[in-house]
């Protein structure tokens, strides 16, 4: 049988095909960009992975310091007066390199490097919050009930109740008195100290409790940790008491004054048999705020542009009240810096166009793709633990605008940082941050992270290569005229 013709075309071609040629079909599925991707930690040098060891190992020790909003500002401001940067309180402060600390009430804070170019030109702003998700306790907070005395709570922030029960709690915050003392209390935090747990019901007999669903296990009213057992002359609550005065000198109706909170007494650890994972209690959003510090606080020189750290509280509430993104601290600060610049001249036009000119990363962590529940995620948009910092696209009218976002890629792709990009999947929840307050202002504004296993949880996790490399990008873009 003769061959076709079809055969003989086909055998001419191979017969006339250079020496060494390859062939023109594909090996295997073609990819796109985003599948040939490397993980961060094949990317770094030898010299680069100590590197990220080391700077892990100081943001654990800042996590383990710094578990409220009120002991992070206190944290992030003792590091950055050891670093030679001072409070601001006078104009003549305001000159170029000078490295300032302006304080939100205790619960926020400011730490500003002038630039050389006036601020007038516009800043950069690396934007974060410090508040983390915990139980807050009432402002009457003890009862007794089956033999001890119990702490009354509310929730702050997106929990999932269940994860609170027979977890190790602290209480932590400030206490105000009527004579104008303020008090730190901390119980919980040392290896001497007692903890506070909340109690589970025993498999024995907890069948009336079966039918509870996921986020029900436990309702809000039962989230109340054991406070004491041995009664005083009788009262539980004079235990209770009797320690609160012994250790803190305070009475029952200070606790109407007071900001405490039960938060996961646990110590920050390392995860996985590689070290590679930090695990610890609030990554959201304490890794970004560590980040931000540390980058104005490595800042080397004086940058063209005024480059701002600015740790909000509240976010895990909305924003709210006078230490949130909301309010007008950061306006006013601000205007502060400017007036001390032009004296008798400046105006409110002044900070309208400065605000107008100037650039801020909104800085929050985000969900990463979870190896047991990826069917949560759109996965082909979802960040990955360790391939770097993630720029988000919500869509609806949230994201960053394209040119701006063009820039943030070419300081990525400049300092060889990798990067990533986050859209939730549609349909199953979302989250938003602080990043809607500065558009408002005018400002140019994209919403980042890194992404964590476990969000909001009492034990968090993330990726030690994503938080050095953050920290990496924060300082790039601080330092970006």
């Known amino acids: 049988m003769r061959p076709s013709p079809a055969l003989l075309f086909a055998l001419a071609l191979m017969a006339t095909a250079p020496a060494g040629a390859q062939s023109s079909a594909p090996a295997g599925p073609l990819k796109t960009v985003w599948e040939g991707k490397k993980s961060g930690w094949?990317?770094?040098?030898?010299?680069?992975?100590?590197?990220?060891?080391?700077?892990?190992?100081?943001?654990?020790?800042?996590?383990?310091?710094?578990?409220?909003?009120?002991?992070?500002?206190?944290?992030?401001?003792?590091?950055?007066?050891?670093?030679?940067?001072?409070?601001?309180?006078?104009?003549?402060q305001v000159r170029p390199g000078a490295r300032l600390i302006i304080n939100g009430r205790d619960r926020a804070v400011m730490l500003v490097v002038v630039g050389s170019e006036p601020?007038?030109?516009?800043?950069?702003?690396?934007?974060?919050?410090?508040?983390?998700?915990?139980?807050?306790?009432?402002?009457?907070?003890?009862?007794?009930?089956?033999?001890?005395?119990?702490?009354?709570?509310?929730?702050?922030?997106?929990?999932?109740?269940?994860?609170?029960?027979?977890?190790?709690?602290?209480?932590?915050?400030?206490?105000?008195?009527?004579?104008?003392?303020?008090?730190?209390?901390?119980?919980?935090?040392?290896?001497?100290d007692p903890v506070f747990v909340i109690p589970d019901n025993a498999p024995h007999s907890d069948t009336p409790l079966r039918n509870r669903t996921?986020?029900?296990?436990?309702?809000?009213?039962?989230?109340?940790?054991?406070?004491?057992?041995?009664?005083?002359?009788?009262?539980?609550i004079a235990t209770v008491m009797k320690e609160m005065t012994a250790r803190y000198g305070i009475k029952e109706e200070?606790?109407?004054?007071?900001?405490?909170?039960?938060?996961?007494?646990?110590?920050?650890?390392?995860?996985?048999?590689?070290?590679g994972l930090t695990g610890g209690?609030?990554?959201?959003?304490?890794?970004?705020?560590?980040?931000?510090?540390?980058?104005?606080?490595?800042?080397?020189g004086t940058p063209k542009k005024t480059a701002i750290s600015y740790l909000t509280n509240h976010e895990e509430a909305g924003s709210v009240n006078n230490t949130g993104a909301k309010s007008e601290f950061f306006n006013n600060s601000v205007g502060r810096l400017l007036s001390a610049q032009k004296g008798k001249d400046y105006t409110d036009l002044d900070l309208r166009l400065a605000l107008r000119a100037s650039e801020v990363i909104s800085a929050d962590t985000n969900d990463g793709v979870n190896p047991l529940f990826s069917s949560t995620?759109?996965?082909?948009?979802?960040?990955?633990?360790?391939?770097?910092?993630?720029i988000k696209r919500y869509g609806r009218g949230f994201d960053g605008n394209s040119e701006f976002i063009a820039?943030?890629?070419?300081?990525?792709?400049?300092?060889?940082?990798?990067?990533?990009?986050?859209?939730?999947?549609?349909?199953?929840?979302?989250?938003?941050?602080?990043?809607?307050?500065?558009?408002?202002w005018d400002m140019e504004v994209i919403d980042m992270g890194v992404p964590l296993l476990s969000m909001h949880s009492t034990f968090e996790i993330s990726s030690k290569v994503d938080t050095w490399n953050f920290y990496r990008f924060m300082s790039a873009f601080l330092t970006t005229p």
Not at 214 to 236: F, K, M, R
């Open 281 to 300: 209690y609030g990554q959201d959003d304490r890794l970004s705020s560590y980040c931000a510090a540390r980058a104005a606080l490595d800042l080397v």
């Open 214 to 236: 996921y986020q029900n296990v436990l309702e809000s009213e039962e989230l109340d940790p054991v406070a004491a057992s041995i009664p005083t002359d009788g009262s539980l």
């Open 119 to 192: 601020l007038a030109s516009g800043l950069r702003v690396v934007a974060t919050h410090h508040d983390s998700s915990h139980l807050d306790l009432k402002a009457r907070p003890i009862y007794v009930t089956g033999a001890v005395a119990m702490f009354n709570t509310v929730e702050y922030g997106g929990i999932k109740r269940y994860q609170y029960a027979n977890e190790p709690m602290a209480l932590i915050g400030r206490v105000d008195t009527t004579d104008g003392k303020t008090i730190d209390v901390s119980i919980g935090m040392e290896d001497s």
């Open 377 to 390: 995620s759109e996965v082909t948009n979802t960040a990955k633990m360790g391939y770097g910092p993630a």
């Open 407 to 440: 820039k943030i890629r070419a300081i990525l792709d400049r300092a060889s940082i990798p990067w990533q990009t986050q859209t939730p999947k549609q349909g199953v929840g979302g989250g938003g941050t602080i990043g809607q307050f500065f558009s408002e």
């Open 42 to 92: 094949d990317l770094v040098t030898p010299e680069q992975r100590t590197e990220v060891f080391a700077f892990n190992d100081a943001y654990k020790a800042y996590l383990k310091a710094a578990r409220s909003a009120y002991y992070s500002t206190k944290e992030v401001m003792k590091q950055a007066k050891a670093a030679g940067f001072v409070e601001f309180n006078a104009s003549s």
């Open 254 to 275: 200070d606790f109407v004054s007071g900001e405490l909170h039960l938060v996961p007494a646990r110590r920050p650890a390392d995860v996985g048999i590689d070290r």
